[in-house]
T-cell receptor, first 110, second 115 residues
Framework: SQQGEEDPQALSIQEGENATMNCSYK?????LQWYRQNSGRGLVHLIL?????REKHSGRLRVTLDTSKKSSSLLITASRAADTASYFC??????????FGKGTKLTVNP | EAGVAQSPRYKIIEKRQSVAFWCNPI?????LYWYQQILGQGPKLLIQ????????DSQLPKDRFSAERLKGVDSTLKIQPAKLEDSAVYLC?????????????FGPGTRLTVL
């Protein structure tokens, strides 16, 4: 079974706009990771946030984590057409297994 | 550094046939993973190796799937016999250590179609 549930399932925005994706999970975690997948480059790690962190930034990416609500959000600012991809959250708990959600399909229109 | 290599990239077979996938992880990465990704879903872990030992194969359908990593480097995943529901992308990933919760590096995947 999959741990994370991304919301929305699909998102379409214009270039330059911000994109926000949410992830909810069910059990306690050690960290939560976001990955991007497109046909050109496969699955690529974007950012990791540990359970004792609340917010993390990497370039145009901002990730928040609320362990009390068991939820995370990924914000992509000033989106580009090249950001078009599917985005997955993945949780890692005591078993070390990385458990992926179903993903959010982001389309950035030029 | 070179990434995770997988072959073949695409494979089409008839149901009940056998198929094998190959993965070469990033040099020096002790941990290797095989995932199955069905269309529209996220990857699901099938098996995790630490060097040449199995750490987790709880979601591997052992009646038809097998995997090995004999020398602790490259790995093969086999399906015998294949079913229609095995149509998916098979992803191989590697990471440098088991306990540091590092990111996993993924290969391009093998897209399997079972007819």
């Amino acid at each position: 079974s999959q741990q994370g549930e991304e919301d929305p399932q699909a998102l379409s925005i214009q270039e330059g706009e911000n994109a926000t994706m949410n992830c909810s999970y069910k059990t306690s975690i050690n960290n939560l990771q976001w990955y991007r997948q497109n046909s050109g480059r496969g699955l690529v790690h974007l950012i990791l946030i540990r359970s004792n962190e609340r917010e993390k930034h990497s370039g145009r990416l901002r990730v928040t984590l609320d362990t009390s609500k068991k939820s995370s959000s990924l914000l992509i600012t000033a989106s580009r057409a090249a950001d078009t991809a599917s985005y997955f959250c993945a949780t890692q708990g005591g078993s070390e297994k990385l458990v992926f959600g179903k993903g959010t399909k982001l389309t950035v229109n030029p | 550094e070179a990434g995770v290599a997988q072959s073949p990239r695409y494979k089409i077979i008839e149901k009940r046939q056998s198929v094998a996938f190959w993965c070469n992880p990033i040099s020096g990465h002790a941990t290797l993973y095989w995932y199955q990704q069905i269309l529209g879903q996220g990857p699901k872990l099938l098996i995790q190796f630490q060097n040449n030992g199995v750490v987790d194969d709880s979601q591997l359908p052992k009646d038809r799937f097998s995997a090995e990593r004999l020398k602790g480097v490259d790995s093969t995943l086999k399906i015998q016999p294949a079913k229609l529901e095995d149509s998916a992308v098979y992803l191989c990933a590697s990471s440098s250590t088991r306990y540091s919760y590092n990111e996993q590096f993924f290969g391009p995947g093998t897209r399997l179609t079972v007819l």
